[in-house]
């Protein structure tokens, strides 16, 4: 696919082989529509009144006008709210009112359409064709295990690229610093090095992390926990055992650009857990509002794949990990800004 008139510099293109989630399959009731951005591009996302999420542009062949803001027809179909035409999820225009019914449709049209999935409590698309996809939508298996429950957080929009989101959330030398008002412990700031485990394929990076944290809701603690991170290339974590015992706390931040980042989360519980959902969204707001903050101004926007523009120290090991599979993978460094749309040139060296 081209994306012409995206502003592009190789990150979107590499970006878009990936699937992202768009949004929160409980915000896309059947019959319901609504608006998503992925990587500069203007989605329309419904669910026709079977209960399947579908995903096309949000631009209306005839006239630009965005389809999301219209409806879902009877027939399923997202309706353009300016002159009717409806279009089914496969993009096809099926109707033109101003045609009336026996003059045939142009194909020209037809609108593009995009492959859709929906996993653990959220719609997923992937921009390219399967023959240009580089990895299957990510899956994370306890959600459909039978042994869980999910909450699928809120979602916050941090004006930040991807990649800074994903290292922050792995980051685990700055729990004791920035978070000592929630579950950080101000006594353990001094910190060995992590260890981190490279799958073979090199798409999975996993580390654990023992960890004496406070109870966010009461302040009790500290409490010897072991947070155990599970990152896949490049953009989803899972991480087990932060938001309590057997708990797995799943994040896919959505790049709607290439430097503003919609963050998608879920958590997943043992059966039998209480949790109090507005406590919980809560206590997670007020540890991800820091963070936003935080990496919202780290400088540069880019995350630095020369791992020598920024000092690594033992504790960084996740990141230096992170940062070199994304350069295995074709991510560029910043300031190799590419117009062609060429797939970015490997690691440097
Ligand atoms: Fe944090």
């Not at 412990?185 to 023992?210: C, K, R, T």
């Given at each position: 696919?081209?994306?012409?008139?995206?502003?592009?510099?190789?990150?979107?293109?590499?970006?878009?082989?990936?699937?992202?989630?768009?949004a929160r399959a409980v915000d896309v009731a059947p019959g319901q529509v609504t608006m998503a951005t992925l990587l500069d591009r203007d989605l329309v996302v419904w669910r026709d009144h079977q209960g399947m999420?579908?995903?096309?542009?949000?631009?209306?062949?005839?006239?630009?006008?965005?389809?999301?803001?219209?409806?879902?027809?009877?027939?399923?179909?997202?309706?353009?709210?300016?002159?009717?035409?409806?279009?089914?999820?496969?993009?096809?225009?099926?109707?033109?009112?101003?045609?009336?019914?026996?003059?045939?449709?142009?194909?020209?049209?037809?609108?593009?359409?995009?492959?859709?999935?929906?996993?653990?409590?959220?719609?997923?698309?992937?921009?390219?064709?399967?023959?240009?996809?580089?990895?299957?939508?990510?899956?994370?298996?306890?959600?459909?295990?039978?042994?869980?429950?999910?909450?699928?957080?809120?979602?916050?929009?941090?004006?930040?690229?991807?990649?800074?989101?994903?290292?922050?959330?792995?980051?685990?030398?700055?729990?004791?610093?920035?978070?000592?008002?929630?579950?950080?412990?101000?006594?353990?700031?001094?910190?060995?090095?992590?260890?981190?485990?490279?799958?073979?394929?090199?798409?999975?990076?996993?580390?654990?992390?023992?960890?004496?944290?406070?109870?966010?809701?009461?302040?009790?603690?500290?409490?010897?926990?072991?947070?155990?991170?599970?990152?896949?290339?490049?953009?989803?974590?899972?991480?087990?055992?932060?938001?309590?015992?057997?708990?797995?706390?799943?994040?896919?931040?959505?790049?709607?650009?290439?430097?503003?980042?919609?963050?998608?989360?879920?958590c997943a519980f043992p059966l039998g857990t209480d949790v109090d959902a507005d406590e919980y969204e809560e206590i997670e707001r007020r540890i991800w509002e820091p963070d936003r903050a935080i990496v919202g101004?780290?400088?540069?926007?880019?995350?630095?794949?020369?791992?020598?523009?920024?000092?690594?120290?033992?504790?960084?090991?996740?990141?230096?990990?992170?940062?070199?599979?994304?350069?295995?993978?074709?991510?560029?460094?910043?300031?190799?800004?590419?117009?062609?749309?060429?797939?970015?040139?490997?690691?440097?060296?």
């Amino acid at each position: 696919m081209s994306f012409e008139g995206v502003r592009d510099d190789g990150f979107s293109t590499l970006a878009a082989r990936f699937w992202h989630p768009v949004a929160r399959a409980v915000d896309v009731a059947p019959g319901q529509v609504t608006m998503a951005t992925l990587l500069d591009r203007d989605l329309v996302v419904w669910r026709d009144h079977q209960g399947m999420a579908h995903v096309v542009d949000d631009l209306c062949s005839h006239r630009g006008t965005r389809l999301s803001a219209g409806d879902v027809a009877d027939d399923g179909c997202v309706r353009c709210p300016y002159h009717g035409w409806r279009f089914d999820g496969g993009g096809t225009c099926t109707q033109i009112p101003q045609l009336g019914t026996s003059r045939p449709i142009p194909r020209q049209a037809d609108v593009i359409a995009f492959r859709t999935s929906e996993h653990a409590g959220l719609i997923w698309t992937c921009l390219v064709g399967e023959d240009e996809e580089l990895r299957p939508r990510p899956t994370w298996d306890v959600t459909e295990a039978g042994t869980h429950w999910l909450h699928v957080g809120a979602t916050y929009d941090w004006d930040a690229q991807v990649f800074r989101q994903v290292e922050n959330f792995c980051d685990v030398a700055h729990f004791s610093v920035l978070h000592v008002d929630t579950f950080g412990n101000a006594d353990l700031q001094e910190m060995d090095a992590i260890h981190v485990d490279v799958s073979d394929d090199g798409w999975h990076l996993s580390f654990d992390y023992p960890y004496a944290s406070f109870n966010p809701s009461d302040g009790s603690g500290p409490f010897d926990m072991v947070f155990e991170y599970r990152l896949e290339l490049p953009f989803t974590v899972a991480l087990t055992g932060a938001s309590g015992p057997g708990s797995v706390m799943c994040i896919a931040p959505s790049p709607m650009s290439a430097d503003r980042t919609r963050l998608f989360w879920v958590c997943a519980f043992p059966l039998g857990t209480d949790v109090d959902a507005d406590e919980y969204e809560e206590i997670e707001r007020r540890i991800w509002e820091p963070d936003r903050a935080i990496v919202g101004g780290q400088r540069p926007d880019r995350l630095p794949l020369d791992l020598l523009e920024e000092l690594h120290l033992p504790f960084d090991r996740l990141a230096v990990a992170y940062r070199r599979g994304l350069a295995a993978l074709g991510f560029t460094v910043p300031g190799a800004r590419r117009v062609d749309g060429a797939p970015a040139p490997g690691p440097r060296g």
